[in-house]
């Protein structure tokens, strides 16, 4: 991938760096084979993956703090991985996935640039067939509510993961789709809740308009 430019950066949290390799920009573009073309990935969505976006910076807070002794704990669409590196550092039981082909490098390399352990990463889609990854305490995802059709196929992958009583964490940026994915949510026997983060205004560079999206059953 020598024909895309990258860039370092180091993220605190607390007393604790979590170092990052990510995209320099949302203009970087790669697929000499194919694949992120075979998978439906146009060349304007393909760099989305790769850089910190504030909805990733405040789940990645989030989960510095968030309770998660005996979790089994999932990241779904984890773009370049911000939570899961912090939960790895915290030495969580931490599953990735993502539907991008380099997600799963760049989330390598992450983890290797903050001498973790290896992260298992399971490159799907929501609506692919079951990857046999099992069941999760803990389900986590950042601004993944982004087109109207991927509402119920976003809850059903929830749902084919989640164990009898699961905690669902979700931070929307307010794309205006999350009424829709609470009311799938509730089908599936979930209570949720909203709130609007706190403290953003220390690592973020302007106001977040977005909400914690918080569902338990």
Known sequence: MSDIRVRYQTIEFGQTDIHLRTLRDNQQFSDPQGEAESLGIS???????????????????????????????????CG????????????????????HPEAGNFLSINTMLNQGKDIPFI????????????????????????????????????????????????????????????????????NHQQQKPEGTELYLNKPFKGQILSYQR
């Open 43 to 77: 060349s304007a969505s393909w760099p989305i993956f790769g850089i910190v976006w504030d909805s990733g910076n405040v789940l990645a807070h989030l989960m510095y703090k968030h309770q998660i002794k005996g979790k089994r704990i999932l990241e779904v669409g």
């Open 80 to 99: 370049i991985g911000l939570s899961s590196l912090v939960l790895n550092h915290r030495e969580a039981d931490i599953t990735a996935t993502d539907y």
């Open 123 to 190: 490159r799907t889609g929501w609506e692919d067939a079951d990857s046999g990854i099992g069941l999760f305490d803990l389900i986590i995802g950042s601004d993944l509510l982004y087109e109207h059709e991927h509402v119920e196929l976003l809850a059903a992958f929830v749902e084919q993961h989640a164990k009898p009583s699961c905690e669902v964490i979700m931070i929307d940026p307010g794309r205006g789709h999350h009424a829709r994915f609470s009311k799938q949510m509730v089908k599936f026997g979930f």
